[in-house]
């Protein structure tokens, strides 16, 4: 059985083991402030392993990940409470035309508690939930980093996030059951595939108290709670870097290749170019 102690130091849980809301709820609070999203290793065009010696590393290592490397973790991190997990898919739709049909691409874990039905992420970028959500079509619902609400849908149920002032869909749903075999192969779509914004953007996501740091591409914004969103162009590849360790708390040097990926990223993207004027980023 792996060691989830160092994953428990990593985000300051130092409570007992007792599969209580309270315990779930303060759970993904840390993971969701402490572990950031990233995709790094698919940028990089390295391979994203999901067993969990190798994603508790990476972590311990000032990584981040994304969606199935989170939540793998944090169901690993649940079981070992006795909470009830389930493990989803989902089909993506924020950003996405109503009209496509996305693949089921993104992991997510239902709970059962007292009775009751919940679903936890911890993988899902910028609008990532950091509470629980009751299973409960309807019902706005508050987290610590805004409101989100689960709907009814055709595929089953649609989780939605309010981001400036608009009800937004996030992914579709439905509670059949998913296992390691599924998640390895959305993972190797989803970190391989010509068609996987992975390979091709720059992603990088810290939740905080304050509100949601964003990297993607050659922009960097901060999306404080209850503020208007702040941004800033990055120029350089080394002022990416440094963000990313200053900022993100993600230590990337060692990845072969990602300076090129980057540096190609600046170039498609025109930033190297003469620097727009920006606002400070601020916390």
């Known amino acids: 059985m792996t060691d989830l102690s160092p994953y428990f130091d990593l985000i300051g849980y130092r409570h007992g083991g007792a599969p209580t809301l309270e315990a779930l709820r303060e759970l993904q609070l840390r993971h969701t402030h402490t572990i ?10 390295l391979p994203v392993r999901l067993d969990l010696p190798s994603l508790l590393n990476k972590f311990s ?10 939540n793998i973790v944090f169901r690993h ?15 993506v739709r924020y950003n996405q035309p109503p009209e496509l049909i996305t693949p089921q691409t993104h992991m997510l874990l239902m709970i059962e508690l007292d009775g009751e039905r919940w679903i936890a992420d911890t993988g899902f970028g910028r609008a990532v939930p950091t509470a629980p959500l009751r299973l409960q079509p309807g019902a706005v619902q508050e987290t610590p ?8 849908d055709e595929a089953g149920y649609r989780l939605e996030a309010e981001l400036a002032g608009r009800w937004e869909p996030l992914y579709v749903f439905d509670l059949t059951p998913r296992y390691q075999s599924d ?3 959305s993972n190797w779509y989803v970190s391989t595939h010509g068609n996987s914004h992975f390979v091709h953007d720059l992603v990088v996501v810290r939740s ?16 404080g709670i209850g503020a208007e969103p702040v941004h800033m162009q990055l120029t ?6 440094a963000l990313l360790r200053s900022e993100f708390g993600i230590e ?4 072969p290749g990602l300076r090129t990926r980057i540096g190609r990223i600046l170039k498609r993207d025109g930033a190297a170019k003469a620097p727009r004027p920006a606002a400070r980023v601020r916390a």
């Open 236 to 241: 350089s590849v080394d002022a990416i870097f």
């Open 36 to 45: 950031p999203f990233e995709n790094l290793t698919p940028l990089a065009g």
């Open 77 to 91: 991190a649940l079981d070992s409470f006795g909470f009830s997990t389930r493990a989803l898919l989902a089909r």
């Open 61 to 70: 290592a000032r990584r981040g990940g994304y969606c199935f490397e989170h």
């Open 252 to 255: 990337a040097e060692p990845l």
């Open 145 to 152: 980093n805004g409101p989100y609400r689960v709907m009814e």
């Open 208 to 223: 905080s108290p304050a509100g949601r740091r964003v990297i993607y591409n050659t922009r960097h914004s901060f999306y």
């Open 183 to 185: 998640f390895e192969m």
